[in-house]
T-cell receptor
Framework: QQPVQSPQAVILREGEDAVINCSSSKALYSVHWYRQKHGEAPVFLMILLKGGEQKGHEKISASFNEKKQQSSLYLTASQLSYSGTYFCGTESGSARQLTFGSGTQLTVLP | EAQVTQNPRYLITVTGKKLTVTCSQNMNHEYMSWYRQDPGLGLRQIYYSMNVEVTDKGDVPEGYKVSRKEKRNFPLILESPSPNQTSLYFC??????????FGPGTRLTVT
């Protein structure tokens, strides 16, 4: 079952912040975040493992609440280059099957 | 240069004509997988392989076959393609820390 991402789309001005949420009905082992620009392959942002650890990558960070089976991706002081579709992927149990959400389209305007 | 390559990049074929999409990685990764991407549905995993001779079904394996005879190669086989398999396909390999590297994609059209 696919994790649920929200919002489906968001439009920002340069410098504004955004939060993208990802939730699952399954007990999660890990959450992965990727960004895909139009016409390109997805690019890895970060992985969060069970344990509630928050990770950072430049001005993009994420948290993982394993009790709620939720993860959030935080984009601060958005830049034009942040535009794209963001996907969360989840792994549960001992299987290494990665299931992605349907994506959140982020548009950053000047 | 570390990369995942796929061939062909574009393919138009007819229903029922067997085809193979090749995938190769030069990073010595054990884990490889195939995804299809359709508008509004995101990336859906077709098959994955955690090592040579080990393959497992993903979320949408029907109509597809894979093999993993060598670590670097993971071809996707469509024995009898149908129009509902028209999609954008990505191959990916994953390192031991979980970072996944995607190939450039193969756009398949089945008429």
């Amino acid at each position: 079952q696919q994790p649920v991402q929200s919002p489906q789309a968001v439009i920002l001005r340069e410098g504004e912040d955004a939060v993208i949420n990802c939730s699952s009905s399954k007990a999660l082992y890990s959450v992965h975040w990727y960004r895909q620009k139009h016409g390109e392959a997805p690019v890895f942002l970060m992985i969060l493992l069970k344990g509630g650890e928050q990770k950072g990558h430049e001005k993009i960070s994420a948290s993982f609440n394993e009790k709620k089976q939720q993860s959030s991706l935080y984009l601060t002081a958005s830049q034009l280059s942040y535009s794209g579709t963001y996907f969360c992927g989840t792994e549960s149990g001992s299987a290494r099957q990665l299931t992605f959400g349907s994506g959140t389209q982020l548009t950053v305007l000047p | 240069e570390a990369q995942v390559t796929q061939n062909p990049r574009y393919l138009i074929t007819v229903t029922g004509k067997k085809l193979t999409v090749t995938c190769s990685q030069n990073m010595n990764h054990e884990y490889m997988s195939w995804y299809r991407q359709d508008p509004g549905l995101g990336l859906r995993q077709i098959y994955y392989s955690m090592n040579v001779e080990v393959t497992d079904k993903g979320d949408v394996p029907e109509g597809y076959k894979v093999s993993r005879k060598e670590k670097r190669n993971f071809p996707l086989i469509l024995e009898s393609p149908s129009p509902n398999q028209t999609s954008l396909y990505f191959c990916a390999s994953r390192d031991s820390l979980g970072e996944q590297y995607f190939g450039p994609g193969t756009r398949l059209t089945v008429t």
